[in-house]
């Protein structure tokens, strides 16, 4: 195929109850200058029946199997067929907006930008609620600059905190990708962290756009993210091998702040997210090594944001349990305050619609 603009790489894996409305969305895109490259990664439920059905229908699907790896092999192993000028990794449960990827490939094209990104919400699989999903595509740090670099004076200290480190929202140019010799990693989960962020970091220009494009399924039974206790041990793995790299390339100290930051984020998050057994096991490992390596007690407390390094410190003295009961109260705390804010306004709002009544009836020239 000559002119490929986009090579949309999928792994599939046991998609078979979602992958035609994924397919159905990616064929639609008004971008008709793509290939569609689906890498069936060992699936034993009727997948593979439904990726044929549809590369008959659209020969711009081409369809590669291999035993199982995992999405990250699955993504390397499209990477090594994809021809086009740019490349865009979808997973096989998502929905996306039929503009998305000329939208993308136009800004990419117009500012000469390595990377695009925008942005993402989620609906639940299972009652179709839709929800917002910030972490995509954080406002708080994007930057009104656009597009920009990433390791100039206004981006370098939250770049990594703008954008999680997710591809299914983001256009990478291949020849950055080439350039740099980026792989994802092979493991179970988080394979994409590294990846993404060592591609941001790398990027000469990123460019933004504050749409929500991708609807990202949520509540999906065999999903991974179900039961990351298994594996928690990868966010680790990806934290360190996004460090190495940085330290191999040169810019591990003009990055640093945001990326201690990220590290001490995602230690958090998965800290409060996996099952207790799986927090305690994560909690042995840090204590005992983890936490020497990530050397979060090598700065200020002022050098992270917000109040990171003081969660920080309340894990390190109550452990798991005790943090996620504190963490509990506090949420429960903040959403009553924010209701009793909410009641207050409602109560403000009466009061000032009753006195405008009563004004309106004393005015003169009116009877009451």
Same mark, same amino acid.
């Given at each position: 195929?000559?002119?490929?603009?986009?090579?949309?790489?999928?792994?599939?894996?046991?998609?078979?109850?979602?992958?035609?409305?994924?397919?159905?969305?990616?064929?639609?895109?008004?971008?008709?200058?793509?290939?569609?490259?689906?890498?069936?990664?060992?699936?034993?439920?009727?997948?593979?029946?439904?990726?044929?059905?549809?590369?008959?229908?659209?020969?711009?699907?081409?369809?590669?199997?291999?035993?199982?790896?995992?999405?990250?092999?699955?993504?390397?192993?499209?990477?090594?067929?994809?021809?086009?000028?740019?490349?865009?990794?979808?997973?096989?449960?998502?929905?996306?907006?039929?503009?998305? &990827?000329?939208?993308?490939? @136009?800004?990419?094209?117009?500012?000469?930008?390595?990377?695009?990104?925008?942005?993402?919400?989620?609906?639940?699989?299972?009652?179709? @609620?839709?929800?917002?999903?910030?972490?995509?595509?954080?406002?708080?740090?994007?930057?009104?600059?656009?597009?920009?670099?990433?390791?100039?004076?206004?981006?370098?200290?939250?770049?990594?905190?703008?954008?999680?480190?997710?591809?299914?929202?983001?256009?990478?140019?291949?020849?950055?990708?080439?350039?740099?010799?980026?792989?994802?990693?092979?493991?179970?989960?988080?394979?994409?962290?590294?990846?993404?962020?060592?591609?941001?970091?790398?990027?000469?220009?990123?460019?933004?756009?504050?749409?929500?494009?991708?609807?990202?399924?949520?509540?999906?039974?065999?999903?991974?993210?179900?039961?990351?206790?298994?594996?928690?041990?990868?966010?680790?793995?990806?934290?360190?091998?996004?460090?190495?790299? &940085?330290?191999?390339?040169?810019?591990?100290?003009?990055?640093?702040?945001?990326?201690?930051?990220?590290?001490?984020?995602?230690?958090?998050?998965?800290?409060?997210?996996?099952? &207790?057994?799986?927090?305690?096991?994560?909690?042995?490992?840090?204590?005992?090594?983890?936490?020497?390596?990530?050397?979060?007690?090598?700065?200020?407390?002022?050098?992270?944001?917000?109040?990171?390094?003081?969660?920080?410190?309340?894990?390190?003295?109550?452990?798991?349990?005790?943090?996620? @009961?504190?963490?509990?109260?506090?949420?429960?705390?903040?959403?009553?305050?924010?209701?009793?804010?909410?009641?207050?306004?409602?109560?403000?709002?009466?009061?000032?619609?009753?006195?405008?009544?009563?004004?309106?009836?004393?005015?003169?020239?009116?009877?009451?």
């Amino acid at each position: 195929m000559a002119d490929v603009r986009v090579s949309v790489i999928v792994p599939v894996y046991n998609a078979e109850d979602t992958i035609r409305a994924c397919l159905d969305d990616i064929t639609a895109q008004s971008l008709r200058e793509t290939e569609i490259i689906c890498v069936d990664d060992g699936s034993s439920d009727g997948s593979v029946s439904v990726l044929e059905e549809y590369r008959r229908k659209d020969s711009r699907i081409r369809i590669i199997r291999q035993e199982n790896q995992g999405a990250g092999a699955a993504r390397n192993t499209g990477m090594k067929e994809a021809r086009g000028e740019y490349l865009c990794f979808l997973d096989a449960d998502d929905r996306f907006e039929p503009e998305m &990827l000329e939208e993308a490939w @136009k800004r990419c094209s117009e500012t000469d930008a390595d990377i695009c990104v925008w942005a993402a919400d989620a609906f639940d699989a299972e009652t179709g @609620k839709t929800q917002a999903y910030s972490a995509a595509f954080d406002r708080k740090y994007v930057l009104k600059t656009n597009p920009f670099d990433p390791s100039s004076d206004e981006a370098h200290e939250t770049i990594l905190q703008m954008f999680n480190g997710v591809p299914w929202n983001k256009l990478f140019s291949r020849e950055l990708i080439l350039r740099t010799g980026l792989q994802f990693q092979v493991q179970r989960t988080t394979n994409d962290a590294f990846f993404v962020y060592s591609a941001l970091c790398r990027a000469g220009r990123i460019v933004t756009m504050d749409r929500v494009f991708v609807h990202r399924r949520k509540n999906v039974a065999n999903s991974l993210t179900q039961t990351r206790e298994k594996s928690w041990r990868c966010f680790f793995d990806a934290l360190t091998a996004i460090r190495g790299r &940085l330290e191999q390339d040169g810019l591990f100290e003009r990055f640093e702040r945001s990326y201690m930051n990220r590290a001490l984020q995602n230690v958090l998050w998965n800290m409060e997210t996996v099952s &207790l057994s799986g927090a305690k096991e994560m909690e042995a490992f840090l204590e005992e090594e983890g936490y020497a390596q990530l050397k979060f007690d090598g700065y200020d407390a002022d050098f992270y944001y917000g109040r990171l390094y003081e969660r920080y410190r309340w894990l390190r003295a109550m452990g798991p349990e005790a943090y996620r @009961k504190v963490l509990k109260m506090e949420k429960e705390r903040d959403a009553l305050a924010a209701e009793v804010e909410q009641l207050k306004n409602r109560f403000s709002c009466r009061l000032v619609d009753r006195a405008a009544a009563v004004f309106r009836r004393l005015r003169p020239g009116k009877r009451g």
